[in-house]
């Protein structure tokens, strides 16, 4: 019986050749945009607003439902309860900084994660245990070229399209949140906009970013991994949200450091 | 004269993973000669390898290994290779003289239309209708028109039989109107060699017979008629006069020639 240190080494080992697998699946999908055919762009172009579609326009409302909740709650309880200390200037730091810098793209990529992550990672499994992966490859093209890589630029256009939506709608919810307790409305846009700092648009668009990546690489690296039993589709589907919801709060942390 | 396909020395036993077949069983050595029609036929025993995927609980046997060391040389995704395409452990595979993994990339995708390859459980995209199945290679890896591709894939679709059933999804479609429709898609292309892994099952004979005829591309003058490769467990017996060779892999592994 092996002792608790080499336990911990072996499974340290593990993660750490996972995640250089990880790596090199992604920059092996990128590096395959570099040998697209012509006429495969077309097709991957269509698979790719296909996935915007499923991934983004579909989501919409829940984003919204979600960004006008949660921004209406901390606004409402943050107007009075700092109202009462005389502290209102805060409400601009607390809607720039904790929701449209911070949850925004945190709850944004978890929704991406849970509702199209899933549904990515089910799918390429399901293609890979029917034998369509391979029919693909016999068929001359590249399974990273039609499955991976539109489904890792269609959740990169998403997360950042519903992140935009989910600010904006946060905004609108803040603002309706603040005159519903009684605040003038000039002041709420007077306090929002001396707390919006351009780093705070660069640090959400890189988070954006970042996000979409994780999103987009690691439910099609998952699904693409299964070795053929329909048995491993579920296992597959569920490592790729863990590990898509835990690399989404490591990066996350993360920006806190470096921001 | 080019030899289409040749395996030299290739392992049954794939790469010695699991479902790879038999571990003890001798190298494979052999030829398919230009516009012939072999049957290369073995039972799960024989080494020939046993089915993966979706058939496996089906009790299916499948002639795995070769397939995936024919096609395999073309994979993407090498290390993946368990479900996926690989290259051949040991041995040579040669297709018109060439061992196209040793090819660069973009040669070997211009190469890989040269080769129709139709996989056992048919591959056809589950998300896609019967027509855009068929069309799906043509789009993604020809320079024609999207006019003239519609063309073929109408071509194709006719030969094969399968024009009222174009608009379903697999899912909706009958067993053999997918295998029709995988037919067509593998002949897209129109490829100097095909490569056929258990095509006939659950077809009938009549059907089988007519599919075959599609694959070699009609009665026509000598020489015209495409090279194709079958690999199975059985052939049906009306099938068999339609073939110019049938090899038996035992299950001591040694390769028998039958009469037809």
Known sequence: MSDPFSRLGGSTARRLSRLGALARFGFGALRSLGTLPAAGRAVALRVTLNQIRFTATDAIGLVVLLSGILSFLVISQAVRELGQLGATDFIGTLIVVAIVRELGPLITALTVAGRSGTAIAAELATNRVLGEVRALEAMGIDPRQYLVLPRFFGSLVSVFVLLVVFDIVAVSAGFAAARFNGMVAGRYVEIVLQALALKDVWLTVAKAVTFGVIVGIVPAYYGLAVRGAPTEIPIATSRATVTSIVGIFLCSALFVVIG | ?260
């Open chain 2, 1 to 260: 004269m080019t030899t289409p396909l040749a395996i030299e020395g290739v392992p049954l036993g794939g790469s010695g993973r699991e479902g790879g077949g038999r571990r003890d069983a001798a190298p494979l050595t052999l030829a398919v000669p230009a516009h012939e029609a072999v049957a290369l036929l073995g039972d799960e025993e024989s080494g020939l390898g046993q089915v993966e995927g979706p058939r496996a609980n089906q009790g299916g046997v499948l002639s795995q290994a070769v397939p995936r060391h024919v096609v395999g040389a073309m994979a993407f995704l090498p290390d993946q290779g368990e479900q996926g395409l690989e290259r051949p452990p040991a041995g040579r595979v040669t297709v018109f003289d060439t061992i196209i993994a040793d090819l660069p990339e973009r040669e070997r995708l211009a190469f890989r239309r040269r080769v129709g390859y139709l996989p056992a459980s048919d591959g056809l995209l589950q998300n896609l209708s019967l027509r855009n199945n068929v069309a799906l290679p043509l789009r993604f890896g020809s320079e024609a028109s999207p006019r003239d591709i519609e063309g073929r894939v109408n071509v194709m679709l006719v030969a094969a039989r399968v024009t009222g059933a174009a608009g379903l999804r697999p899912a909706q479609a009958s067993e053999e109107e997918c295998r029709r429709a995988a037919f067509a898609r593998a002949l897209a292309f129109d490829p100097a060699l095909l490569i056929l892994e258990q095509p006939f099952d659950a077809l009938t004979a009549r059907t089988s017979a007519e599919l075959l005829e599609l694959a070699r591309g009609g009665e026509t003058a000598e020489g015209a008629r495409r090279t194709i490769l079958i690999i199975g467990q059985e052939l049906p017996a009306g099938l068999l006069r339609r073939v110019e060779r049938v090899y038996r892999v035992t299950r001591a592994g040694a390769l028998e020639r039958e009469a037809v």
